[in-house]
């Protein structure tokens, strides 16, 4: 069996494995009671299956922009990520232990023999504590220790590890803004400029309407220095039903590190397709 079919062949399982556990938990049609009331997020930390989405699960497909789109720069990008709630209780704090586990491809299949030429493996634990400032849900912080590599070896080797802090934080009910920064552990030998190109901390902006019907994000990296050099990823979502959590997606990148394979070249692609979403709103 092929390295690729054999890919294809985890994407199913792990989308079906995904599906039946976390769509009935993951559906989204909150009011503005439910969203921001403390008692009822904290009923939804509690009653959520032990095994869910973590980060946006999507699968697009699209050109390069600026250079003429070819069979090599015009393909699929696809991301499964899920957690494991590793606690039965609230840990002291009010806090969620979690295991974490992302996984990223890009997808030739415009190529011959259909060739998947770079995959991300993200796996992580830590903590997530929802925020509440008066009795009402404003957000969560997480603190986590991530490892991500390309599993590749000799010159196409990529690996490094971090620890990071992140917070996702609603400045008005359908608002919420995005902050990530984290401490870095080179230990890849191909890859000891990886900041220079990843950056060490990225902010964003959601804008998300109380049915969830659409929603607009904008992420932007601060790559390594002090010269205004960022790596910008624009997003839009649309959703299919009114009792789903399936979207049709657009999401244009613009930048470097897209892939730890080719992490140095710069790139800009717009990709459709669609996305599962986790049920209050996405980590990036």
Same mark, same amino acid.
């Given at each position: #069996?092929? &390295?690729?079919?054999?890919?294809?062949?985890? $994407?199913?399982?792990?989308?079906?494995?995904?599906?039946?556990?976390?769509?009935?938990?993951?559906?989204?049609?909150?009011?503005?009671?439910?969203? $921001?009331?403390?008692?009822?997020?904290?009923?939804?930390?509690?009653?959520?299956?032990?095994?869910g989405i973590y980060k946006d699960n999507y699968f697009i497909f699209g050109p390069s922009i600026g250079p003429r789109p070819t069979r090599t720069n015009t393909n699929v990008k696809f991301q499964i990520s899920v957690a494991q709630r590793l606690t039965k209780s609230v840990l002291p704090g009010g806090s969620y232990l979690y295991l974490f586990y992302t996984q990223k491809c890009f997808w030739?299949? @415009?190529?011959?023999? %259909?060739? #998947?030429?770079?995959?991300?493996? !993200?796996?992580?634990?830590? $903590?997530?504590?929802?925020?509440?400032?008066?009795? &009402?849900? /404003?957000? *969560? /912080?997480?603190l986590i220790l991530e490892h991500e590599s390309n599993g590749r070896d000799s010159t196409e080797s990529r690996s490094w590890n971090r620890l990071s802090l992140a917070a996702n934080v609603l400045i008005d009910p359908k608002i919420m803004i995005y902050g990530k920064f984290w401490i870095p552990f080179i230990d890849g030998q191909n890859n000891r400029d990886l900041l220079d190109y990843m950056g060490i901390y990225q902010f964003g902006l959601s804008y /998300?309407?109380? !049915?969830?019907? %659409?929603?607009?994000?904008?992420?932007?990296? *601060?790559?390594?220095?002090? !010269?205004? !050099?960022?790596?910008?990823? %624009?997003? #839009?979502? +649309?959703?299919?039903?009114? &009792?789903?959590?399936?979207?049709?997606? @657009?999401? +244009?990148y613009n930048g470097y590190g897209e892939g730890l394979l080719d992490y140095k070249q710069f790139k800009s692609q717009l990709r459709v397709g669609f996305v599962i979403r986790p049920r209050f709103f996405s980590d990036y």
């Open positions: #069996m092929t &390295r690729p079919t054999l890919n294809i062949i985890l $994407l199913l399982i792990l989308l079906a494995a995904c599906l039946p556990t976390s769509v009935k938990a993951q559906i989204i049609s909150p009011t503005k009671e439910d969203v $921001l009331n403390a008692d009822s997020v904290k009923q939804a930390f509690e009653d959520q299956p032990y095994f030739n299949v @415009l190529e011959e023999s %259909f060739p #998947m030429t770079d995959l991300n493996f !993200n796996p992580g634990i830590g $903590l997530t504590r929802p925020i509440f400032v008066k009795n &009402r849900f /404003i957000g *969560k /912080i997480s /998300i309407p109380f !049915n969830h019907r %659409f929603a607009a994000t904008i992420l932007v990296t *601060k790559r390594k220095g002090w !010269n205004f !050099n960022y790596n910008t990823v %624009f997003e #839009m979502s +649309y959703k299919i039903g009114r &009792r789903t959590n399936q979207y049709l997606f @657009l999401q +244009y």
